[in-house]
């Protein structure tokens, strides 16, 4: 069996190295991605509900001490929740965005100013917030699906 040898040297190296990096840079810049007017609208309101109770963790938590006799609690002020910036990591459905929000002009009732959020893109065109996410999972979200 004939042995062959490959080796990698001078000015091949170097096209090598840059055809590796102009792969991998194209990866990169394909999983930046926007976030459109409708994908913003969803997550600001997905926030709100996090920011005025009415999480369905909330809601269950609302039921059992009504059943257990406990006066309601105080409806929540008004709130503005303005969304700073926003940047998105992943593919064209599913994607990790990374959101710094303020609520009234402040930073946010629960301190933390910048979310992570994995977000879908329905069937209808229309985006739905799936869970919070990591940052993390918004920065490898560069190199694989989230």
Known sequence: ?????????GW???VALAVVA??????VSYRIR??????RQAIQ?????????????DL???L????????????????????VSLSAHGGTSHMIVKVEVTV?????????PIRYLYVSRNFDDTWSVLYESSAYAYKSALWSRP
């Open 1 to 9: 069996m004939p042995d062959y040898k490959f080796t990698l040297s």
């Open 12 to 14: 091949k190296a170097l």
């Open 22 to 27: 102009a792969w991998y840079g194209a990866q």
């Open 34 to 39: 926007p976030v459109d007017d409708a994908g």
């Open 45 to 57: 309101s997905w926030l709100l509900r996090g920011y005025r109770g009415e999480t369905p963790k």
């Open 60 to 62: 269950l938590r609302k």
């Open 64 to 83: 059992e001490d009504a059943k257990a006799g406990l006066p309601p609690e105080p409806e929540p002020p008004p709130m503005d929740v303005q969304i």
């Open 104 to 112: 009234n002009g402040d930073p946010p009732p629960d301190g933390r």
